[in-house]
């Protein structure tokens, strides 16, 4: 068998697709995207392509090792995103070649459900009640919502103490039995999240993710992590193992690394194993498309410390009539029960896309780009 053939489809609502093809008709599906650089990552991919057309696609980690060793220049998102897409197709074509489902090769699942979280509140949080009382209607035990919107260094009294009544307002809808993820998104300095995770105490969150950007590791992460009882999660803009090791030595509980950004299954499952080895689980950071899923949920099914599944239904980002299963055959891959998702039993990634369906909207494409914030005083903001 060998790769005959690359393509890459830009969907919405902020969205790259990758399809690989070979000379016996079997076709892999992967998911490689920046949120806001898609195009930069389309570039890459085809870069990239030269490097695998032609070859044996059952060769899966020779061929990871080529697409991130083979170039002088390696890692950084949008090589290791491109890397990732590629990895996910691979996994689909090898599941599909054995009839098996990519986890099955994996080594098998550990379990027969995942757990999932919901999104709520959107990127500047309100009606949070309201919001996680609809969840908690449709079955979830989980969900996550971003702490604030725009903060200074050295936020007033007044601004914490907002952060902290919507967190309040969370644990109200969601009672002593369901859990609370909160997102700083890398939004608040090391001193401000040293404040805010001691105040975060007393709703006792699953985890605080991102609390300070990713660049501040070391000692300011360590201060972050050792203030307060709450577990730290962070690694949506970390892209490999060499990167987590670091943020692993300074204690942090929870390891995100996303599918679609970090080297693919491959990578994840390295990384969940690293991370084990310091008593941390693994959370994947997944606020993409399906193929992204399909992808994080295979690693989650055969990997022992995995705690709990990002996943994007209902995300604000999604606008247009878009939504997670909008560009799949059959949804039921999708189907949340009591806020888990069954094992799937379909061969590679267990989804079937709908080819008519992506060609579509490429041809409407999008053009999506993370917003632009700033404080009052003009200067720019985390966003």
Not at 60 to 89: I, N, T
Not at 227 to 235: C, F, Y
Not at 284 to 290: D, K, R, T
Request: charged letters at 20%.
């Amino acid at each position: 068998m060998k790769i005959t053939n690359i393509e890459t489809f830009l969907v919405p609502p902020r969205w790259l697709f990758l399809k690989v093809s070979t000379d016996e008709g079997i076709a892999g599906w992967g998911e490689p995207v920046v949120e806001g650089r898609a195009e930069s990552v389309r570039a890459a991919v085809h870069e990239m392509a030269d490097l695998v057309l032609g070859r044996d696609p059952l060769r899966v980690e020779d061929h990871w090792q080529v697409l991130r060793r083979a170039g002088f220049y390696r890692g950084g998102p949008v090589l290791s995103s491109a890397l990732s897409g590629f990895d996910h197709a691979l996994w689909d074509i090898a599941g599909k070649v054995r009839q098996a489902p990519a986890h099955e090769l994996l080594g098998g699942p550990v379990r027969d459900k995942v757990r999932a979280y919901s999104w709520v509140g959107g990127d500047r949080p309100e009606g949070i009640h309201e919001a996680v009382s609809a969840q908690v209607a449709a079955g979830f035990t989980a969900v996550k919502m971003n702490m604030a919107g725009p903060m200074a260094a050295i936020a007033s009294p007044g601004e914490a103490a907002a952060a902290l009544d919507r967190a309040r307002e969370a644990r109200d809808a969601l009672g002593p039995d369901r859990d609370l993820a909160i997102d700083f998104h890398g939004r608040v300095s090391p001193a401000m999240a040293r404040r805010l995770v001691r105040l975060l105490e007393e709703v006792q969150p699953m985890f605080v993710e991102e609390p300070i950007p990713p660049e501040l590791k070391g000692p300011a992460l360590e201060s972050v992590v050792t203030a307060s009882t709450v577990p730290i999660a962070l690694g949506e803009r970390l892209y490999s193992r060499w990167d987590f090791k670091p943020v692993l030595d300074a204690g942090v509980a929870v390891v995100q690394p996303d599918p679609a950004h970090a080297g693919g299954l491959s990578e994840l499952r390295r990384i969940a194993a690293l991370a084990e080895v310091y008593g941390a689980s693994l959370a994947p950071h997944c606020p993409l498309g399906p193929i992204a899923l399909a992808a994080s949920l295979q690693v989650a099914f055969a990997t022992p410390n995995f705690l709990i599944q990002e996943q994007s239904l209902g995300m604000q980002y999604h606008d247009g009539g878009v939504e997670l299963h909008s560009y799949l055959v059959d949804t039921s891959p999708f189907a949340f029960v009591d806020g888990h998702v069954a094992r799937p039993t379909g061969p590679g990634l267990g989804i079937e896309i709908d080819e008519a369906a992506v060609r579509a909207a490429d041809a409407v494409g999008h053009a999506w780009r993370s917003p632009v914030w700033r404080h009052d005083d003009g200067g720019l903001a985390e966003w």
